[in-house]
């Protein structure tokens, strides 16, 4: 809202200037977003919090800051009802008092219509509007000074000599002043006459009831509407008005009356000499009950932590307009018909405070100790997990958490998706449901501005619906594309990534937190990964993510040229699967190794020969590896030849040679048996 | 006869002293080293022979001066070793380049909530998180945002198709809120997360943003703790010298409320065209105040009981505050030559 600070002073005598009214202003609340010069008037674009209607006008500012500073004067806004001559022809009707339980205006005759006065004009453009004709602008001048939007209708296009307050009929139309002709429902409430509908309550008047350069007679309408429902059409329409935005938030339901009369002043001396005052109308069958709020002595201490003498919390109420009836060892506070915000006794500490100065608030630690500390394991975990994989080389990155549904559609069925009713675009239409997309579009943008290594993580939740539920899942993504080791000149090959050495990557980081996992063949092949190099990770017997490469078509679609690596795991299964381990004293026995080099049928994966070796397993076979892996010239093309390492070591004795050597020959054998190695 | 022979190994000692200076090369020692240790004619070798002939009584002692000669003899062989060979090695230029290996970086954003969270963790606080897509309910209603008030257009939401009760949580409020249902006070936490409002991105605005929220319950909390609660914090992230202001705010979940400001850790209201304060050597930081009585309510909480304090602030503010993080949108790039600048 605007603030003309000449204009203000008719209401408030200060001396501050503007950089001092501004601090003063911020200090009770109301923030100064600008500061314009219109035409040599300073005005300050400022604002107000939605729960403070009050605010949005002068006269309400002008109040606030007397309560700052009681030494000002504040003009009180009175005038006399002027007489009426009073017919009693036209009647108010008002059938939904729930929407507008009161209902005030008047009747003026030869109203002339014509330009606003050179004052009114300059005013109008400080506030930002648009001079219309005299009884518009004051109507906006009465908006910007009293804070209650008042509407005035033809009084001769009114049919019947009856105004309705009622819910609209489903199916009737109103073409408000600016606008397309709005379809109406049971939700909207209306003004309207014997005919229909003539004005949206609250919102904006209707083009056929207005005021026009042919208009003589006028209706002056100044109301209270439901708030809710104001706010239902104004939304419903789009149409958010200067009327709406204070019927929403809350008017006065008690200067309806006074508004009407102050109205009457300014047209009396803007529009024209012969205007004649008919009738005086207000209906308000149901008066609101007084709002009252009682406030301990003690509470406003016991809420701040600081002191305020009661002489002090009394004054400042009574200058915001509160009513104070004292009682021994509490106030029973009346509320004043404007403060649609005060209902509890927290609020009038509010108040108090606010006058009397946040800045004087005092700082105290409270002594209060937390409850309980469950729940931070998943935390540890990923911060470990954070660290070590950036001091391997993988950097953090973080993605919306918005997906197109293209995205989607290589990591899941479409059935499964989390839409977003209102997405900003359709880039953004759905909840991702994989946190790839967002590493494969890094990587390229990446690839692009030449790094060479590209391995990235993030950490972040995935959405699915399953079963018709939404679930959020915490995952963690890793991927890596390009040089592992850059070339240097001591080494100017470079170590490449390829999926074993992504996969030791991964798995180190698995082992050294503890964790039993195993590669299986994926049981659901999603597509984004390429059907010969993809697998599910299984930690502790559950399924915990994949692991792969990406699908060349994939990798295409965001712009990769290279191959990716990526691997995504459940933060929850590897933080519920997660056992730390005790002690455990080493062996310090000797211990004894041994090689074995043999061909093996190429369909035998590596796979079944562990699992050879670990049916067999002697006690004392400490540990075994792979060292060398040939294939091609000199070895059979259905064969390849493996070098393997075995380290003997019982916890029982020494072993002996011999003993050792029989160990590994019935290993071997074993070997022979189920998979058929050739020694060599 | 043991002191003739005591004199014989001073001799060889200062022989040895002698010669072993004169050696130029490796070769050269390895002739001196035979000529005094080797096994069958060295000189200290030859010397053992005469053991024989001493009496019993002066045989541990000849044994002990043999012993300590030829130690010294080794340990001189084994020294001009050493600086034979060094002379003869060329030392490495260290000065070449170092190899280019790759580190990662934490995420800026991630950066400051953690240190944030550490804050809080020092000062006894718990974490509390929650998911991403709320019931409008924690979201909103028991937050005392009526349903159709303007409050709620302050925050503008995405909506969930087919779950007309969900939304995308648009603070990390109703984490607080979850937390008070389920647990009695006194509560101390920190819920920090992500967000979602429905704004395009532009240099000050994403869809997705993050924040941390704290809230105390507990008996006889008032607003003073509130100051001093915030105090603590603000220093500890924006340094000792950090003045607070409390200006009076609205929020519908707290009664009274507060927006704080820092002072400006730049300039300190000195420079007129400060990048950061624009010369008001005030910034605006996070939002705060007393919960208010409806949502203890609604919470299960006893207002006449208890009372307590909540606040929030934005990570994103703070990139672009005290990391001077120009354009929001570069945080969600994944840019490496932005995110390696962190962490």
């Known amino acids: 809202m605007r603030i003309n600070l000449d204009y203000l002073k008719q209401f408030i005598d200060h001396k501050y200037d503007k950089q001092e009214l501004k601090e003063i202003l911020a200090s009770i609340g109301i923030e100064v977003d600008e500061m314009i010069d219109v035409n040599g008037t300073d005005v300050f674009e400022v604002e107000i919090t939605p729960n403070r209607p009050d605010w949005l006008s002068h006269y309400g500012i002008a109040r606030e800051i007397r309560a700052k500073n009681t030494a000002l004067l504040l003009n009180e806004i009175k005038v006399l009802r002027k007489k009426s001559s009073g017919t009693g022809s036209f009647k108010i009707e008002i059938k939904d008092k729930t929407g507008c339980p009161r209902f005030s205006g008047a009747i003026l005759k030869n109203v002339e219509i014509g330009k606003s006065s050179e004052a009114i004009k300059g005013l109008m453009e400080s506030f930002g509007m648009r001079s219309v004709n005299n009884v518009v602008d004051i109507s906006n001048l009465i908006l910007m000074t009293y804070g209650h939007p008042i509407h005035i209708f033809d009084l001769d296009k009114i049919d019947g000599n009856k105004?309705?307050?009622?819910?609209?009929?489903?199916?009737e139309e109103l073409k408000p002043l600016d606008g397309e002709v709005k379809k109406l429902d049971e939700t909207d409430l209306i003004i309207a006459d014997e005919k229909g509908p003539l004005s949206l309550a609250g919102v904006m008047g209707g083009e056929f009831s207005g005021v026009t350069k042919k208009t003589k007679n006028i209706f002056i309408e100044c109301a209270w509407f439901n708030p809710s429902r104001v706010r239902k059409t104004s939304k419903r329409f789009g149409m958010k008005t200067d009327a709406s935005y204070i019927f929403e938030r809350g008017a006065d339901i008690e200067n309806t009356e006074e508004i009407i009369d102050l109205t009457i002043e300014l047209l009396l001396g803007n529009a024209g000499n012969s205007i004649e005052i008919i009738e005086y109308f207000d209906e308000y069958s149901e008066p609101v009950e007084k709002r009252k709020v009682k406030l301990g002595k003690d509470f406003p201490e016991k809420f701040t932590g600081i002191h305020i003498e009661e002489r002090v919390i009394s004054d400042i109420l009574t200058s915001l307009g509160f009513r104070l009836e004292d009682n021994s060892n509490y106030w029973n506070v009346e509320v004043p018909s404007f403060r649609v915000d005060i209902n509890a006794h927290e609020d009038l500490v509010e108040e108090i405070i606010r006058i009397y100065g946040y800045d004087k608030l005092d700082t105290v630690i409270p002594g209060t100790a937390s409850d309980s500390v469950e729940g931070y394991e998943k935390r540890l975990f990923l911060d470990n997990m954070r660290t070590w994989f950036t001091a391997n080389g993988y950097s953090e990155v973080i993605n919306y958490s918005f997906h197109s549904m293209k995205d989607n559609s290589f990591f899941g069925d479409e059935i499964n998706y989390v839409e977003i009713r209102n997405?900003?675009?359709?880039?953004?239409?759905?909840?991702r449901n994989s946190l790839a997309a967002g590493i494969l579009k890094n990587t390229a943008t990446n690839r692009n501005n030449d790094f060479k290594r590209i391995s990235l993580f993030e950490s972040g939740t995935i959405f699915i619906k399953e079963?018709?539920?939404?679930v959020e899942k915490d995952v963690v993504a890793l991927s890596a594309s390009g040089y592992e080791t850059l070339p240097s000149w001591k080494d100017t090959e470079g170590r490449v990534f390829d999926f074993f050495v992504f996969k030791s990557h991964i798995f180190a980081y698995l082992k050294r937190m503890g964790l039993i996992f195993k590669l299986t063949e994926a049981s659901e092949f999603t597509g984004f990964l390429k059907k010969e190099n993809c697998f599910n990770i299984i930690i502790g017997g559950k399924e915990a993510g994949f692991i792969g490469e990406v699908d060349d078509k994939v990798s295409a679609f965001y712009k990769n040229e290279e191959p990716v690596f990526i691997c995504q795991l459940d933060l929850d299964v590897m933080t519920e699967k997660r056992v730390e381990k005790n002690f455990d004293i080493w062996n310090r026995l000797p211990a004894a190794t041994r090689d074995l080099s043999f061909l093996i049928n190429r369909k035998n994966k590596y796979e079944s020969i562990a699992k050879v070796i670990e049916k067999y397993r002697p006690e004392a076979l400490e540990n075994y590896s792979l060292t060398d892996l040939y294939e091609g010239k000199g070895i059979p093309d259905d064969k390849i030849s493996m070098l393997m390492n075995f380290r003997y070591r019982s916890s029982a004795k020494t072993l002996t040679t011999d003993e050792v050597n029989d160990l590994h020959e019935s290993l071997t054998e074993k070997l022979n048996d189920d998979l058929g190695i050739i020694r060599r | 006869m043991i002191d003739d022979l005591r004199k014989e190994i001073e001799n060889i000692k200062e022989k040895l002293i002698n010669e072993i200076e004169k050696v130029q090369s490796l070769d050269e020692l390895q002739l001196l080293k035979d000529k005094y240790l080797s096994r069958k004619k060295g000189m200290l070798t030859s010397l053992m022979t005469k053991l024989k002939e001493l009496p019993n009584q002066d045989k541990p002692v000849f044994g002990n001066l043999v012993n300590s000669i030829k130690k010294f003899t080794e340990e001189k062989i084994k020294e001009s070793e050493y600086q034979l060979s060094n002379k003869k090695e060329i030392s490495i230029d260290g000065t070449l380049p170092e190899f280019n290996i790759v580190t990662g970086n934490t995420h800026l954003i991630t950066f400051i909530r953690r240190k944030i969270e550490n804050i809080f963790l020092n000062m006894g606080y718990k974490i509390a998180e929650g998911p991403e897509i709320e019931f409008d309910e924690n979201n909103f209603t028991l937050l005392n945002f009526k349903e159709d008030h303007p409050a709620r257009d302050e925050q503008d939401t995405f909506f969930i198709n087919g779950f007309p009760e969900k939304l995308l949580r648009t603070h990390t409020s109703p984490v607080q809120v979850r937390y008070m249902k389920e647990h009695t006070p006194p509560i101390k936490i920190i819920s920090p997360g992500k967000v979602f409002r429905k704004d395009?991105?532009?240099?000050?605005?994403?869809?997705?943003?993050?924040?941390?929220e704290g809230l105390l319950v507990d008996r006889d909390i008032n607003f003073s703790h509130l100051k001093g609660t915030?105090?603590?914090?603000?220093?500890?992230?924006?340094?000792?010298?950090?003045?607070l202001r409390f200006r009076p705010g609205y929020f519908p979940f707290t009664e009274p409320s507060a927006e704080v400001d820092v002072s400006c850790f730049l300039c300190d209201g000195k420079d007129n065209k400060c990048r950061i304060c624009k010369g008001s050597g005030w910034l605006e930081i996070l939002g705060s105040g007393m919960v208010h009585r409806e949502v203890l309510k609604n919470c299960g909480i006893d207002p006449d009981e208890y009372s307590g304090?909540?606040?929030?602030l934005g990570i994103e503010r703070i990139a672009m505050l005290k990391y001077g993080v120009t354009d929001l949108r570069f945080l969600y790039e994944n840019d490496l030559r932005f995110n390696s600048q962190f962490g």
């Open chain 1, 163 to 171: 105004l309705i307050i009622r819910s609209a009929k489903k199916g």
């Open chain 2, 230 to 243: 915030l105090e603590i914090f603000l220093r500890a992230l924006f340094g000792d010298n950090t003045k």
């Open chain 2, 309 to 312: 304090f909540a606040f929030g």
């Open chain 1, 467 to 470: 079963e018709g539920t939404l």
């Open chain 2, 200 to 212: 395009e991105p532009d240099a000050t605005h994403v869809p997705v943003f993050h924040q941390i």
């Open chain 1, 423 to 431: 997405p900003i675009g359709s880039d953004f239409s759905v909840m």
